[in-house]
Each structure stands twice: as C-alpha cells, then as structure tokens.
C-alpha cells in the first residue's frame, strides 16, 4: 500500500515544471555543515513540497531586540536558469508562532540578475528580546514561473461585464480620504430644461436666445428680442 502511495506522488511530479537553479554555499556554511554535522543544502518535508528552508549562516548566536530589524545571511549564492524565473522568500511559520521573528518586507524576491549571496532582514514582532542561533531555520525559498511583459500603452481600457465592486469601493475611499474636497463632496442636483419644437425653431431661425432660456414654475420660460414678455407678466 505503501509503495503505490509512493509511485502516486512520483507521478504527480512528472507534471511540475522544473526549474534548474544553481547554488553555491558560501564558505562559513561549509564550515558549520562540518561543526554540526548537518547538510547545508534544501530540506524539505515532503517531495511535493514546492518549498525549501533556509538557515542562519552565522557562527555565534543573535539577538534581535523587540521591534529590532536585522540583515541575516543563508550562505546560499543562487543562480536561475533564465529571466523567466524569480526566487521569493517567505516568512517561517514556526519560527513567527515560536519567537516572533518574521521577514521584515513581507516577501524578499530575487531575480535572473541577482548574483549574490542571499540575505534577509528579519524583524522581532514580540515585546521581548529573541535569540538566532546558528544553522537554525528562518525561511522558507520557493521559485515561481514570471511570464515576459509586454506593455502596450493605449488612450483607454475595455470595459468588463463583470466589476470588482469591492475594489472600486475600497479606492473610492481612499480617494476621499486622500482628497476630500475633490471626491468627498456632494454634487447638487442638476435639473434638465425641457424645449419642445416650437421652442427649437425659433432657435434655429434666430428668434429665441438660449442665455435667456430660464426654469421656472416647471416649465421653461423664453426671453428674445422678438418677444416682449415671456411667463405670467415677464417677470
């Protein structure tokens, strides 16, 4: 039973898109892979795991005050097979829940150009002081696929049927809190003035000027040099 559970997950490799990235260890890693007697290389749980822990490469251990953000190396120098590919790396769950500790921006990412060794600027979330020791996990690397970009600037998008409501009510706050007197203000109301056809010739013919077209009482009112009074006494 246990072996055709084996030969399943095996096949479901066969359907990952592979990603041959070099890694070179720097050279304080190789030495406490020797102290320690551990692999300095990509541990993972589980073969289907899309993700690899990476460790503190340092000697001694350190202490990160609370609110305290510190750069940590990996003794990992990465190399991606091509432009199409960019390493990120996340927050360790275990080390977050235990200690606090998290990466300071979220998500480091690095890309095709990235020839270095990776560090990481991990922060202290707890109120107390916490320590890393050396070779302990603090991250976890993964790859994801990037599509090439190529952008076309036009004069206006395409509408959609379907609209994310709640993102346009989400930037419509933040609009009026940004700017408030442009995008926080009540528009009165606008009311139309309605011409009937009698009213369009004579503006066609010249005999009615539009400036002297007024709403009043529900029905529109005409002043022109050709009529002496316009509703109920010209007033």
Not at 58 to 83: A, D, E, F
Request: hydrophobic share 35%; aromatic share 12%; proline share 5%.
């Amino acid at each position: 039973m246990l072996y055709v559970q084996v030969k399943k997950e095996m096949n479901l490799l066969q359907d990952f898109q592979i990603c041959n990235i070099k890694i070179e260890k720097s050279t304080i890693a190789k030495q406490l892979e020797k102290e320690y007697s551990i692999e300095w290389g990509f541990n993972q749980d589980t073969p289907l795991d899309s993700f690899f822990h990476l460790r503190a490469c340092v000697r001694s251990p350190i202490t990160i005050k609370p609110g305290q953000i510190l750069p940590i190396p990996t003794g990992i120098y990465p190399q991606l097979p091509n432009p199409n590919f960019r390493i990120e790396c996340n927050s360790f769950t275990d080390l977050v829940y235990e200690q606090g500790i998290c990466l300071a921006d979220g998500i480091s990412t690095f890309d095709f150009t990235f020839r270095n060794e990776i560090w990481l600027l991990l922060e202290n979330k707890f109120k107390e002081v916490q320590t890393i020791q050396p070779t302990q996990k603090i991250a976890l690397f993964s790859v994801n696929y990037k599509p090439r970009m190529v952008i076309e600037y036009v004069d206006w998008i395409e509408e959609i049927k379907w609209k994310n409501r709640s993102a346009k009510n989400f930037i419509q706050k933040i609009k009026k809190k940004m700017l408030p007197d442009i995008h926080d203000v009540k528009k009165q109301r606008q009311f139309n003035v309605g011409y009937d056809r009698d009213q369009i010739k004579k503006y066609i013919d010249g005999g009615v000027r539009t400036s002297t077209i007024r709403k009043k009482g529900g029905k529109a009112s005409l002043w022109s040099k050709n009529i002496d009074k316009g509703d109920d006494g010209g007033s």
